[in-house]
């Protein structure tokens, strides 16, 4: 069985352009998580697909950051533009619906804005 | 702001059981115990979860206190590869996972 699946696994843009990462989830998998991780902090939580329904953006830094689950499936996050401060390492986590589940990351995105 | 404490690092000598303590004092009925654990870069990987019960897998064991107010993640016999920094979590039903620092755990040859 595939795990969850991120892709660029690297990349390096420029600040002001725009980058979106993807986040292929298990199959099957209803819940959808984003979340990264940005030099010397600990890992923080962006947002919570329940397919393609967003249950908690809580964590959004700002409006730069957009997410979409497209058919509750694949789901992307575009920031656009990219600060400085965007720079860390982005994972995406799925887990099945209901009960008491675990939650499956991926390897995550280093991005970096330069 | 992360609910759990753990200690910042710690070192297990390879063979040897790894015991790593995690305090959560406000847990609540509804939320359970998850370890989690990051090898250097990589995505966080599951290791374990329980409610109040003492739960084995192939990783590790987790014992819970009969309060529920503290656990132990257990790695029976260490190996060099578990070298990873190690997260208690605590975590009701789909709800999110809030990472604190962890514990540094250093397996020595």
């Known amino acids: 069985e595939a795990g969850v699946t991120q892709f660029p696994s690297h990349s390096v843009i420029e600040k002001g352009q725009t980058v979106t990462l993807r986040c292929d989830p298990i199959?099957?998998?209803?819940?959808l998580y984003w979340y990264r991780r940005v030099m010397g902090k600990e890992i923080k939580f962006l947002l919570h697909?329940?397919?393609?329904?967003?249950?908690?953006e809580s964590g959004m830094p700002n409006n730069r950051f957009l997410a979409e689950r497209t058919g509750g499936t694949y789901s992307t996050l575009k920031v656009q533009p990219a600060e400085l401060e965007d720079s860390g390492v982005y994972f995406c986590a799925s887990s099945q619906w209901g009960g008491y589940t675990e939650a499956f990351f991926g390897q995550g995105t280093r991005l970096t804005v330069v | 702001d992360a609910k759990t404490t753990q200690p910042p690092s710690m070192d297990c000598a390879e063979g040897r059981a790894a015991n790593l303590p995690c305090n959560h004092s406000?847990?609540?009925?509804?939320?359970?115990v998850y370890w989690y654990r990051q090898i250097h870069s990589q995505g966080p990987q599951y290791i374990i979860h329980?409610?109040?019960n003492n739960e084995t897998n192939e990783m590790a064991s987790l014992i819970i206190t009969e309060d529920r107010k503290s656990s132990t993640l257990i790695l029976p016999h260490a190996t060099l590869r578990d070298t990873a920094v190690y997260y208690c979590i605590m975590k009701g039903g789909s709800e999110k996972l809030v990472f604190g620092k962890g514990t540094k755990l250093t397996v020595n040859p």
């Open positions: 329980g409610l109040k």
């Open positions: 406000t847990i609540s009925g509804n939320e359970y």
């Open positions: 199959s099957g998998h209803d819940n």
């Open positions: 697909f329940v397919k393609e329904s967003k249950q908690d």
